[in-house]
């Protein structure tokens, strides 16, 4: 899914690394990951939970929730769903938050991602207050935490469908 | 039988050797010592680039019949990436199809996807690691090692591939090494006896043609077909001449054209037996390892030079390593706080001919110079650009920037501000605090432009359906600090 020109490049970017099997270092040679806030917490999507390294071919299957969505399809019900259809590439999102994948990002997950946007930008009472307003205004269910089903509605994600549908690599 | 077998093998091989040295020196080394040149290496490139053209299009037509799609490497990168936007830009475009636009910036959870597709992008490819490693090629110029489309397509390609093999290794690669090792030779022994002088003008005057004559020998030996552009612009007395840096022939290219001092490392073995010789006749700047930590020596030494009219130009190269000629990294600034008129000089080498790009991390020198000289040609341009001082009120970082623009448009080479120094180090933390900054501005607003927009915010209040005053002054608490 992620194209004949993409695999190329990918396999270069990975021989370069190592061979079979990348750890999360190996993606610390990449500079612009490094400047980006929420760079750790995208490296660590790669790899499964309690697994410390990521093959070549999870690697891409990630990689492929980035392909942009096609939105016309004339598949039957029964065909599984794509790696980039809309569902997964928001997924993708959600955990980013929900770093202990138990559905829900907590208030402290969602305390944590501020933290690592503003760091030292911003007082711990103004992370407080914007996480806060955050959770009131996504979490429907009262519960003090936000699923992914209410992250789906969250003011703002529900609208970037058109912006993500056109991710293109 | 078996004597005038030998008898007559030592006469051939005496005889070979006699003609390929008297070839040598007519073609060779009279012309470098004279600085002429019978154009032998234009049409030798122009031959081989006919050549590289057949080969490419047989490979295309190849493809075309097993209906295979060709790879051709892009160098405008994989992903379509708009026009490069700032970060709040990006953010209000991810923003802006909310339905009730807030009347001020808010975080919201939908603000992840920006940091997300960035760090996916890099992942994919980014603008810094690849200037470290050599450039793609469109085309194949006849070496497997820049073709990743190399497999059986035609006999008559695999022969002509293999000929190319002959060639370069059987004749190319010990004609050239011979050739180095006599202007290497040369180079050390006549420096050191123009040092025993003791007429300094006469000193002077030889040690230039010495050096001059030797680099000329050591261009021929790596078949460096080199066109010079602008030279009434070339480097005089008392200035310092800098230069995009991809290799070590650097030197050789531009030392082949002009005098210049010299400034580095004192290096062990071979290398440093070519510096000490060197120094005798000329004044270079040969720094020990530990005087090389101390900016202050190493500042005033240059200035010391410089001051001194009647020594050449110092060469330096501001980016502090080897770049792979697509773009130009940021500059150091220490050469530019010198006060005395910089001489830039920017060196595009054309890549069909061979890659001359020094990856450090992956050949070592030797490895590298045997794979210079077995490559068909290096071909390239210099420019040399019109002397820039420093402006006033203009700092040695900002003279820096505007001098390696200068550089890169003129080489076509991309301006990017990243330090050379990220082949080897990690991104510093300042970088992602400017990330944050950049994000944080957007969300919380720079203090100024807090107290200005409290009093639109009561207007806007009124437009609005769904925020609530209790909200408001909770805004106006969390701006207050």
Known sequence: ?169 | AASLLSVSLRLCLGISITAWLTLLFVFIIVPAVLGVSFGIRRLYMRTLLKIFAWATSRMEMGAKEKNQQLHKPYSNGIIAKESPSSLQQELQELRGSASCPRSEPEFEMADIFYFCRRGVESILDDEVTKRFSAQELESWNLLTRSNYNFRHISLRLTVLWGLGVLIRYGILLPLRVTLAITGISLLVVLTTLVGFLPNRELRFYLSEKVHLMCFRICVRALTAIITYHNRENKPKNGGICVSNHTTPIDVIILANDGCYSMVGQVHGGLMGMMQRAMVKSSPHIWFERSEVKDRHLVAKRLSDHVADKTKQPILIFPEGTCINNTSVMMFKKGSFEIACTVYPVAIKYDPRFGDAFWNSSKFGLVNYLLRMMSSWAIVCSVWYLPPMNREEGEDAMQFANRVKAAIAAQGGLVDLIWDGGLKRAKVKDAFKEEQQKLYSKVLVGEQDEGEQSDDMHLEDENQEEDENPEDESNQDSTKGQ
Request: charged share 35%; proline share 4%; hydrophobic share 35%.
């Open chain 1, 1 to 169: 899914a992620v194209g004949p020109k993409g695999i190329f490049r990918v396999i270069e970017r990975s021989e370069q690394w190592s061979v079979g099997e990348l750890e999360p270092e190996d993606f610390g040679a990449i500079r612009e990951l490094s400047m980006n806030p929420i760079g750790d917490r995208i490296i660590s999507a790669f790899f499964s939970p309690g697994k410390e390294t990521v093959d070549f071919a999870s690697f891409v299957r990630i990689l492929a929730h980035f392909h942009p969505t096609e939105t016309s399809r004339s598949r039957d019900g029964v065909q599984p769903e794509p790696a980039n259809s809309r569902t997964r590439k928001l997924k993708f999102a959600f955990q980013l938050y929900d770093q202990d994948r138990d559905g829900k990002i907590s208030r402290e997950e969602l305390l944590q991602v501020l933290r690592t946007m503003l760091e030292m930008q911003v007082t711990e009472e103004q992370l407080q207050s914007i996480a806060e307003r955050a959770i009131q205004e996504a979490d429907l269910d009262q519960d003090d935490a936000i699923s992914f089903d209410e992250f789906r509605k969250v003011r703002g994600v529900d609208l970037i469908r058109d912006q993500i549908d056109n991710w293109e690599y």
